[in-house]
C-alpha cells in the first residue's frame, strides 16, 4: 500500500476485496482476525487504475475522502480490479439497484475508472 498524501510510509499488506469492501491486512498476519484498515463497498467511491501495477482506490469518509493505493504485480492488480469491479455490481443486484446506473466506467489515457455513484 502506497503513501497517498498523508505522508505515511509504504506498508506491505495483504489486500481482501470482496462484497464486504476493502480489508488490509498486516503481512504474515496467519489469521486475519483483525484488518488494519477496513472499509465497506458502500464507501467505496472510486477505484481506478493507475498504472498495469497500481490500483487507487477512493473511499468516501465522514469528513474527507480516504484513498489508498495498491502496488504489485500486474496479474494481482488486475485481479483486484476484476473483483473489486464484479463485487460492486453483484452488490447492485443484491441490493435493487440499477447496475448500469450505478457503477459507471470512464477510461482515461492511464487506464480504467470505475466509480459508484452510490456512494
Known amino acids: 500500500m502506497l503513501p497517498t498524501g498523508d505522508e505515511d510510509d509504504i506498508t506491505n499488506v495483504v489486500a481482501q476485496v ?6 488490509c491486512f498486516a503481512e504474515g498476519d496467519a489469521d486475519g482476525a483483525t484488518p488494519l484498515r477496513a472499509f465497506a463497498l458502500t464507501r467505496v467511491a472510486k477505484w481506478t487504475l493507475t498504472d498495469p501495477t497500481i490500483l487507487t482506490v ?16 500486474k496479474p494481482t492488480i488486475s485481479a483486484l480490479m476484476d473483483v473489486l469491479t464484479t463485487s460492486a455490481f453483484q ?9 448500469l446506473g450505478t457503477v459507471v466506467s470512464t477510461n ?3 487506464g480504467a475508472e470505475w466509480t459508484n455513484l452510490k456512494a
Open 91 to 99: 452488490w447492485c443486484e443484491l441490493n435493487g439497484h440499477d447496475a
Open 108 to 110: 482515461s489515457g492511464s
Open 58 to 73: 477512493t473511499i468516501k469518509g465522514d469528513g474527507s475522502d480516504v484513498v489508498l493505493a495498491f502496488s504489485a504485480d
Open 18 to 23: 470482496g462484497l464486504d469492501g476493502v480489508k
